[in-house]
């Protein structure tokens, strides 16, 4: 079995190369499929449970809920839960066996035993800021200041929940197998090249 | 032309990478060749320029001249002579407009006008250590714990005489097109792999 697990700056197109790479090699693709699985494992909206595992909880919550610790910790109980059951559910993509690509969620570290091919995706500032005006909708009142906080936001995010489960730093070139940036790159042209790089990767020995 | 330049951390294998990759892409080389060239016009030594241009020169000449500022001087500028001298020979080669593979020395600095592909090649401290003990000769008497140390401390020189001339920081990933971790790669097969991923960066647009 093949798994490619892609981390990636926000805007970076991490998520388009993860999906392009999933249909050149034939391999399932995961992604917004596992808050889809959570949600209904355990009862609970789509939207909500995104919301929830896309914050690192620890961060947010004191500053709505600093006066009361009960619900502090009730909050912050039911994130550490969210979090389990998404391990939970990348576990059982991993043990069904067929080889996948799965984007974020930092499933690089959850599936370390299955050894799988970790590529981190990034871009330079200019780039992110670009693509994430191109796809922009509910993001389209923001200055381009304004995005580019939120894009170093959202990355400074990702790198504190990862570092919930680990000491190997998020975005550290020594916890992944190829770090790509895809400034200057059409991502249908990159696939084409990471896709090769893969399979030579899943051949070597 | 196209340009490869290769930096790489101390044992990670990015020397005979870049090597095999000039092979591979019938590209010409440049590594211990610009040490030479060196050495021939300004009339000194190789070993001795070898030795000059891999140390950084600030951090080390006071152990031996701590009590004489001129002789300080005179070394700290004999140092950045040398550096002049080989962005001279870095530059010329990039103006021969021959394809060229070039390791190390901060050529994707000194070359950035020239829109080189950038690759850095790292790996686990347990490869790299592994590397070295295999090529060792004159390092045979060295402890794994003393090897180590070398290890870091030859990259940690690197990352300071690139600061030197740019605020880019070594080995952080937005500053290179490719970041490979040759760690469990046979040197050989990786090669074909980063050959096909800089075919596709060449003719991408």
């Not at 576990?91 to 974020?104: F, H, L, P, Q």
């Not at 091919?117 to 871009?123: K, M, T």
């Not at 894009?151 to 995010?157: G, P």
Request: net charge positive; aromatic share 10%; charged share 30%.
């Amino acid at each position: 079995m093949k798994i490619i697990t892609i981390s990636r700056e926000f805007g970076s197109g991490g998520r388009e190369l993860g999906k392009r790479l999933s249909d050149v090699l034939g391999f399932d693709y995961y992604d917004r499929e596992i808050v889809t699985e959570i949600a209904k494992n355990c009862g609970l909206n789509e939207t909500y449970v995104e919301q929830e595992l896309g914050h690192f909880a620890w961060h947010t919550i004191p500053l709505t809920f600093k006066h009361s610790f009960s619900a502090y910790y009730a909050v912050q109980s039911a994130h550490t839960g969210l979090l389990l059951e998404q391990r939970k559910v990348i576990e059982s993509i991993a043990k069904a066996g067929r080889d996948c690509v799965i984007v974020g969620r930092n499933a690089d570290v959850i599936l370390r035993e299955y050894s799988p091919l970790n590529i981190f995706v990034c871009a330079d500032a200019a780039s992110k800021l670009q693509r994430c005006r191109e796809r922009a909708d509910k993001d389209e009142h923001l200055t381009d200041k304004q995005m580019a906080r939120k894009i170093r936001s959202i990355d400074k995010n990702r790198a504190k929940l990862r570092e919930m489960i680990t000491d190997a730093k998020w975005g550290d070139r020594g916890n992944y197998h190829l770090i790509v940036n895809t400034t200057g790159w059409n991502i249908k042209q990159l696939t084409f090249a990471v896709a090769e790089y893969a399979v030579r990767w899943f051949e070597r020995g």
